[in-house]
């Protein structure tokens, strides 16, 4: 059986025991992770996805955390300008050994999610997910829904009962109660 799986904006076509050097993972070396963007999954029966294929997922164990070769950026100016640069670069990676593909049951407990180095995907889906779209209502923007959801107000009916003046978290302006009274 193979996956064809989606992380750090690459696609990657693995099979169980295949080793993969992905873009840096927040996870340490014996830590096992999970793939959640499986785009195709194939072998005796192909499935494909419309477009992420619905409870699948695949779990590989790190390795170690390694830089990929060196990349060198070299640019000349000819004739009058005569000046040089070069700059080189090495990306960080995760060297990652894949264990196991889960056609169903992607839910596994005890098992990390996959998340890049400085992502904050996970954590800020969580809170939206209670409740009600806050940027729904005129003047929210995602910052300011977040901070409401922070605050505790994650849906229109409590946003409705709120009083501007008294509420701290957030500056909430009495055009959003309104709004909020009316979607509630």
């Known amino acids: 059986m193979f996956a064809v799986m989606k992380t750090g904006g690459k696609q990657y076509k693995v099979q169980a025991g295949d080793m993969l050097r992905v873009e840096k993972l927040a996870a340490d070396a014996g830590e ?55 700059k080189g670069h090495r990306q960080k990676l995760t060297l990652v050994r894949v264990t196991e593909i889960l056609a169903s049951g992607a839910d596994a407990t005890g098992v990390k999610a996959a998340v890049g180095a400085g992502s904050v995907a996970g954590a800020a889906a969580a809170p939206a997910a209670a409740g009600d779209d806050l940027t729904q209502i005129t003047g929210v923007g995602p910052a300011a829904a977040k901070k409401l959801n922070e605050a505790g107000v994650t849906t229109f009916a409590e946003l409705a009962a709120v009083d501007p003046e008294t509420f701290e978290a957030v500056k909430v302006k009495p055009e959003w109660v309104e709004q909020a009274k009316s979607l509630a």
Not at 34 to 45: A, E, T, V
Not at 54 to 77: C, L, N, P, S
Request: hydrophobic fraction near 40%; proline fraction near 2%.
């Open 32 to 86: 096992t992770v999970q793939f959640n963007d499986i785009l195709m999954l194939g072998g005796d029966d192909v499935t494909l996805g419309a477009p992420l294929v619905a409870g699948a997922a695949v779990q590989a164990e790190v390795i170690d955390q390694v830089k990929g070769d060196k990349v060198i950026h070299f640019v000349k100016r000819r004739r009058k300008h005569s000046s040089q640069r070069t």
